[in-house]
């Protein structure tokens, strides 16, 4: 493996100085023009010349970093290696193009294991408007740092009952085919739990299971550079993560997600299946990209 070759501190610290660069990018252009300026490249899936540039200066300079490391972004490039950067340049694009401040930069670096499995090793995510940092390395626990003071050490989150829980979820825009079961679990979610929300970022709203700020999350036909760096951060938090049919979550194959704080993610997964146990390909691996 070539992970154990890096130091992960140093990784870490100009990893940080490559997504600051172009987080200051985006904060340059943003709220420059009217509401919905931005194309769709499929059906209310909007990306900008922000969304493409980010990802540019981010793959050179990521894969920089780690020589030989493959990448793999949303708008361009997606190859696969040993150490693969996960990048999603601009989670959030719509609140983005909007005006609105909850969008993020998210990076992280994935190592392929000796039975071909992949796992993030570490990763970041920063919130330009505010400031914010969300980091984890494996093993080494998961942090946030803000413009008013020093990092903290997130505490592992406690276990939650989901009628006390604050749960986030995501529209199925690109998935017309769950659309009828996702609105009858939101029913249902919004019924048991305490409310619900759905805020526009998959990676913020997983840092803020992570983080203790929400208590449960669900959402199907996720990507790999939606969900990288966050799902270290929750492993790191000890929040249990799976698909929606209860089997291991694997981001580049599983089709849904269900996470929150221990107790919360169990009774929100059990309350939402059968509403989707008529589509199968939710429970399943994808195709093979």
């Not at 526009?200 to 199907?220: H, I, K, N, T, Y």
């Amino acid at each position: 493996m070539l992970w154990p070759m890096i130091e992960p501190a140093l990784l870490l610290e100009r990893t940080r100085q490559a997504i600051a660069e172009v987080g200051a990018f985006q904060l340059s252009e943003w709220r420059r023009r009217p509401a919905g300026w931005a194309d769709e490249k499929a059906a209310k899936d909007l990306v900008s010349f922000v969304d493409v540039e980010s990802e540019r200066r981010l793959s050179s300079a990521l894969k920089r970093l780690v020589p030989g490391s493959a990448f793999y972004g949303e708008e361009g490039e997606r190859s696969r290696g040993e150490l693969t950067w996960v990048v999603d340049p601009l989670d959030g694009t719509t609140n983005y193009v909007a005006g609105l401040d909850w969008f993020c930069v998210s990076v992280a670096i994935f190592e392929r294991g000796s039975g071909g499995a992949e796992r993030p090793i570490l990763g970041l995510v920063h919130r330009p408007p505010a400031g914010e940092w969300l980091w984890a390395i494996r093993g080494g626990g998961a942090w946030e740092e803000g413009r008013a003071g020093p990092a903290r050490r997130l505490a592992p989150v406690a276990p939650m009952s989901l009628r006390r829980s604050l749960v986030c979820t995501g529209t199925p825009y690109r998935s017309s085919d769950t659309a009828e079961a996702f609105y009858a679990s939101a029913a249902a979610v919004s019924a048991a739990a305490l409310d619900i929300r759905r805020l526009g970022s998959a990676a913020l709203d997983l840092c803020s299971v992570a983080a203790g700020r929400l208590q449960a999350f669900w959402e199907v036909d996720l990507e790999p550079y939606d969900v990288g760096a966050a799902l270290l951060l929750l492993a790191e938090t000890g929040c249990p993560v799976s698909a929606i049919g209860g089997g291991a979550y694997d981001p580049f194959d599983s089709a849904s997600l269900v996470t929150g704080a221990p107790g919360a993610a169990e009774e929100l997964r059990g309350l939402i299946a059968p509403f989707y146990a008529p589509i199968p390909r939710i429970a399943q691996a994808r195709p093979a990209r």
